[in-house]
Each structure stands twice: as structure tokens, then as C-alpha cells.
């Protein structure tokens, strides 16, 4: 039986792969990445670049067996030059050596002036080949026996392309969203946004789609608590009895009003429905995941490019991508401010939002009813209906007899804890190696074209206070990149003061005095804003929801900011511009702009300097 606090701290892992408002990517790989002699043992940096790159902790089984997304990929007839434009990313060490030199001539034919599709980047083949030799950065080929298949560059490798019907299965890792290419053989926005080249580890994968990829899966729907729901009311007569695991945490009461078909994200999207058929669904889930929708004059994204929702709460909350260098500066680990520890945040990665079957399991009920009430028990519901309607759980057969798939070292940690939400965590020693890999990535260096009389003029406008006319910009943020992110959680009426205009309370939590109540802002400029904490908040670190600081580095490798990517621009110069720009006004989202106000007209030069300064930003630089 747990507290309501204890519940508070299990809750807090959830926004494990959730992104934080200003970090960038683009970068360089370690020199601790490089081959190990061979009479030298492995170290722990070595063991974390390889479970970094191709650990999946069984997580193969949900994508190929429930998901299906290799399937997906072959029934599609996807190409090299389709995997690009949606932003995959191409090892070429991986490749054995006649499909490495195949991609070469691509490439120099590219270069010279062909058209990619009249290359061999447009043969469906050839991608089922790089699949097979693990060259597809962040999708990992297994035998039917569960090992791994060998990269197609080792010795190990025998040939042929990934067999779906011999039992071939493909998992994720993730060096998905967290690693790119030097593209050295193809850069980014020459075939599409991925690259080609030497393997960058920690840097963002830039323009990664991911929502379309999930689209490709023949089973989108295996993804559904992640996914932008319709939120009917829930059966009053559902099981909240969870053996004693919720005693004490739930609101007692009369039955919540209905929540009358609300749905919670980005634009005009109606959420999926809980009625329907599973075609119905699936061309809804296909919607969120690839539609668009107009706000200011722009074409928009439901579920942004260079983004990922790792929430299960039914909500449209995609956000984007943070990158996973030196996160020993990193604190805490979530851009809502709750996961304190790095492994903890890992391990909510690994069993539920890289495999999230393991809600189904009697932990994972309890924690999506500790963190939604009975909104949670309409997930869980509507989640088990699906994997059976769509046959994976097949007919008769308990759910826990076929789910979860992730390889877990322990179930036995108590709901919502943060060593493992749902009751689960994988292997100490990998979590323990992981860390030591990504602590000591190097930030990307500075781009090369920085003035710098500019930099340091904004440099001392970043560090001066507002009093003494500067941006007083380390009132939050570190003057120092060298040195941690503070842990402090900035309350969101702060961060958004249009926060309290409007609030649509989803479920009351008045019982639970640790947590606020599931409320979505619909007011403001930007009532989208606060999507990734509706259902999770802050207040295990001191009352109020709101997000944590991000690490300032490798700014230059973006073009939108804030967690949500609502500020963009056509390049980091002009998103940083953007985001600094009073212009946007005293209720936008983080309105800490240079000059403070446009009361005595605006000071463009200054800001310009600020922006380039923040571009510099990176480690082990002189401040």
C-alpha cells in the first residue's frame, strides 16, 4: 500500500522521452567511440555504445509482433530514399562492402547532378538489405532465435535481407531519435533530411519523422495510449480495485461528469474514437501521426517532425526531441522537471515508451489509474480491446500470457516508483554502462562562422542582469555550459502566463495532495503549450506543474524552440531571433525577450548579439 506521495514519485518517470525547451543537436562522435584494440578489455563507455546503439530488451517482439512495423515497411515498398526523406539515418560502416560502395556511387551520381530517384536509393531491396545488416541507425535486425543479427560489415555477416517469414524481427534502440551521421557520404537535405556516413552519437536525429514512421506499422493502434485519443466517459462499473495497490490514492465521490468526446492536442484533430471499426481507427491513428492542420498562416503538424510523444495518457503531446549528451549536466531528466535520475529516466524509456504492452500488466493498470484516475481505466480498456481486435492477443487467452515483451530484470518494484512505473526495470548493469556512455558524449562544437565581437557582447548581455540592462537570462539558465542544470522546476504560469485564462479540469485529484488536477489549458495564444503535463505535473517538487531548465548547448543545430517547437524559424539565427523577440508578446509562451518590452522601441542589434552568443554555446569552452 503506498502514500499519496509515494504515488506522486512513481508517477514522475512519464515524460521519460519528452523533450526539454532548448537543447540542439549536431555534433561529433566521442573519441570514446572509437574501436577497441583488440587485447583491451571492454570498458564501461565501450558496453554503453553498443547497448546505446542496439539494445532493445526484447522490444523487437512488440514492434514485429504487435506493431508491426517491418511488415509495414516491406508491404509499403519503402526505399533508401523514402527511409531519408523521413529523416532515417544511414550507417555506412555497417554495410558490407559492396552495398557501402553502392551507396557511394549513389551519392556521386547525386552529386553530380542525377535525380536520387533514378538511383539505386529508389530500390525496395536495397533498404530490406541495410535493415538486415543493422545500418538503419536505430532499427535492429534479430534472427528468429532472438540474437542478434551481425552488422553487415563484420565477419559474423552471412548476406541476404531481413526474412519476415523465416521469423526475422526488427526492434528499436535508441539511437533512434538520439543519433545521426557526420554525413559524410550523404548530408542532411541532399536525399532528404537523413544522412549517410560514420555513426554521431547524442545529437538529435534532425526531422526525424516519427509519427510517420509509426504510420508505415500495419498496427498503428498497438501504439494507442500514446496516441491523441476522444475521451468518452468511462464505464462507472470498471474495476478500480487493484489488490490494495490504489487504497488510498483514488478521489472518493460522485462518478465525474462525462468527458463528452473531449480530446487533447495540436490543432483541429478529433482524436480517435473509441467507437468504430479497427479500419476506422487505424486511418484515425494514420491521421494524427501524418496529418496537418493551419495556425498563423502555417502548415502544421499534429505529431511534429523531430518529435516524440513518450506519455501514455491519451494525449496529443509530441515534443521535441532532446538530445542525450553529457547528461551528467542534465538535471533533472525530463522536461517536466520530475525524473531525477538518468536511469530511472532509461528505464521508463525501455519498458513503456519504447514497449508500451507493459500497461496492461496489473502494475501497469494501477499506474495509468494513479496517473488519470478513471481516464487511465479508459486507456487500459480501450488498449486491451484493440490488441485483441487486432490479433495480438489472440482469442481466449489472457493478455499477460502474450505481454509484455520487454526483457525486465525486475517486477517486483511497487506502481509508479521511480526505479520502474509500471512494477518493471531491465538490467542494472546496462542502465549503470548506458550512463556512463551518454555522460561523457561532447557537446557538438561551435559552428565556424561566429563572430566573435558579437559573442561577446552577448555573453555579457546573457549574464547581466535586467537591472543593469542585460537579458538577465542566468536568473534560470547556467552562465557556465560547463557546469549542471540547476534542478529548480519553473511553475508554468510563469513560463506561460495565459496559463489560468481557461482550464478544462479532466479528472479531480483533490484526494491526492501531491499532484494538481488533470486540467488542459484552452486559453491563451498557445493553449497547447502545457499538453505534456495535463495528466503529469511537477508537484512532487514543490507544489506547482511547470518544466525543468534545459541545457543551452548546440543551439545551432535547431530551428524551433520550446519543448513544443511552437517557436520556429527558418534557421537557428532566426528561431533564437524569434524566441527573443518582444514582438511576440507578454502572454506567449516563455516571454523573456531582449529588450524586455517594445516600450522605448526595440533593440535588434543587442539581440543579435544574444542570439550569437547562445548559438556558441557548447562545452569545455572558455567563459
Wanted: aromatic share 6%.
Amino acid at each position: 500500500m503506498h502514500t499519496g506521495r509515494g504515488a506522486a514519485m512513481a508517477l514522475c518517470t512519464l515524460l521519460a522521452l519528452t523533450a526539454c525547451g532548448g537543447d540542439g543537436g549536431g555534433g561529433g562522435e566521442s573519441t570514446a567511440a572509437a574501436p577497441q584494440q583488440r587485447d583491451a578489455a571492454p570498458t564501461a563507455v565501450d558496453r554503453g555504445r553498443e547497448i546505446f546503439r542496439f539494445e532493445t530488451f526484447g522490444n523487437q517482439g512488440f514492434w514485429t509482433t504487435a506493431m508491426r512495423l517491418p511488415q509495414g515497411i516491406e508491404d509499403s515498398g519503402m526505399t533508401p530514399l523514402q527511409a531519408l526523406e523521413m529523416g532515417l539515418n544511414i550507417n555506412t560502416a555497417a554495410l558490407e562492402p559492396q552495398q557501402a560502395e553502392a551507396l557511394r556511387n549513389a551519392a556521386a551520381r547525386i552529386e553530380a547532378g542525377a535525380d536520387p530517384a533514378d538511383t539505386v536509393l529508389a530500390e525496395p531491396t536495397r533498404l530490406n538489405a541495410w535493415l538486415n545488416q543493422g545500418a538503419v541507425i536505430g532499427l535492429v535486425p534479430f534472427r528468429a532465435d532472438g540474437e542478434r543479427k551481425p552488422l553487415g560489415s563484420s565477419d559474423g555477416f552471412t548476406g541476404g535481407g531481413l526474412n519476415l517469414a523465416a521469423g526475422d524481427r526488427l526492434g528499436v534502440s535508441c539511437a533512434l531519435c538520439h543519433a545521426s551521421t557526420e554525413g559524410d557520404v550523404l548530408a542532411p537535405g541532399v536525399a532528404g533530411a537523413g544522412s549517410a556516413g560514420q555513426p554521431v552519437d547524442g545529437v538529435i536525429a534532425r526531422d526525424l519523422d516519427v509519427g510517420a514512421l509509426f504510420a508505415t506499422a500495419n498496427n498503428p493502434l498497438a501504439y494507442l495510449p500514446l496516441l491523441q485519443l476522444r475521451l468518452d466517459q468511462p464505464d462507472a462499473g470498471g474495476d478500480d480495485d487493484q489488490g490494495g495497490l490504489l487504497d488510498g490514492l483514488l478521489p472518493s465521490g460522485p462518478e465525474p461528469e462525462p468527458y463528452d468526446g473531449v480530446t487533447v492536442g495540436r490543432g483541429d484533430f478529433a482524436g480517435i474514437p473509441a467507437d468504430g471499426t479497427v479500419e476506422e481507427a487505424t486511418a484515425a491513428a494514420r491521421e494524427y501521426l501524418t496529418g496537418t492542420y493551419q495556425q498563423d498562416g502555417e502548415t502544421r503538424r499534429y505529431y511534429p517532425r523531430t518529435s516524440f510523444d513518450g506519455t501514455p495518457d491519451g494525449l496529443g503531446n509530441a515534443s521535441i526531441t532532446p538530445p542525450f549528451f553529457r547528461t551528467d549536466l542534465a538535471a533533472p531528466g525530463s522536461h517536466a522537471g520530475i525524473f531525477e535520475k538518468v536511469d530511472d529516466f532509461n528505464n521508463q524509456d525501455y519498458t513503456v515508451a519504447m514497449e508500451p504492452t507493459s500497461l496492461l500488466t496489473e502494475s501497469g493498470r494501477a499506474f495509468l489509474n494513479v496517473v488519470a484516475g478513471r481516464l487511465g481505466d479508459e486507456i487500459a480498456r480501450r488498449y486491451e480491446a484493440v490488441l485483441r481486435d487486432t490479433g495480438v492477443i489472440p482469442e481466449g487467452m489472457a493478455a499477460t500470457d502474450v505481454i509484455p515483451f520487454v526483457e525486465v530484470e525486475r517486477t517486483d518494484l511497487p506502481v509508479g516508483a521511480p526505479a520502474g512505473t509500471v512494477g518493471r526495470r531491465v538490467a542494472q548493469r546496462k542502465l549503470d554502462d548506458l550512463r556512463a556512455y551518454t555522460d561523457q558524449l561532447p557537446a557538438p562544437a561551435a559552428p565556424d562562422d561566429l563572430d566573435a565581437d558579437q559573442v561577446a557582447a552577448g555573453r555579457a548581455l546573457f549574464t547581466t542582469g535586467r537591472e543593469d540592462g542585460g537579458a538577465g537570462c542566468v536568473a534560470c539558465h547556467t552562465a557556465d555550459p560547463n557546469q549542471p542544470v540547476s534542478a529548480e522546476v519553473v511553475p508554468i504560469e510563469t513560463l506561460y502566463p495565459a496559463y489560468n485564462d481557461e482550464l478544462l479540469v479532466l479528472f479531480e485529484r483533490s484526494t491526492v495532495s501531491d499532484f494538481s488536477d488533470v486540467q488542459d489549458a484552452r486559453g491563451g495564444p498557445a493553449p497547447a503549450y502545457d499538453d505534456s503535463v495535463v495528466a503529469l505535473d511537477a508537484t512532487l517538487r514543490g507544489g506547482r506543474r511547470g518544466f525543468a531548465q534545459p541545457l543551452l548547448l548546440a543551439l545551432d543545430g535547431k530551428a524551433r524552440f520550446l519543448h513544443d517547437g511552437s517557436v520556429r524559424g527558418s534557421d537557428a539565427r532566426d528561431g533564437l531571433d524569434r524566441l527573443l523577440d518582444p514582438a511576440r508578446g507578454e502572454q506567449a509562451p516563455h516571454p523573456f525577450y531582449f529588450p524586455e518590452n517594445l516600450d522605448q522601441g526595440d533593440d535588434a542589434q543587442g539581440r543579435a548579439a544574444l542570439v550569437e552568443y547562445l548559438r556558441s554555446r557548447t562545452t569545455d569552452q572558455e567563459e
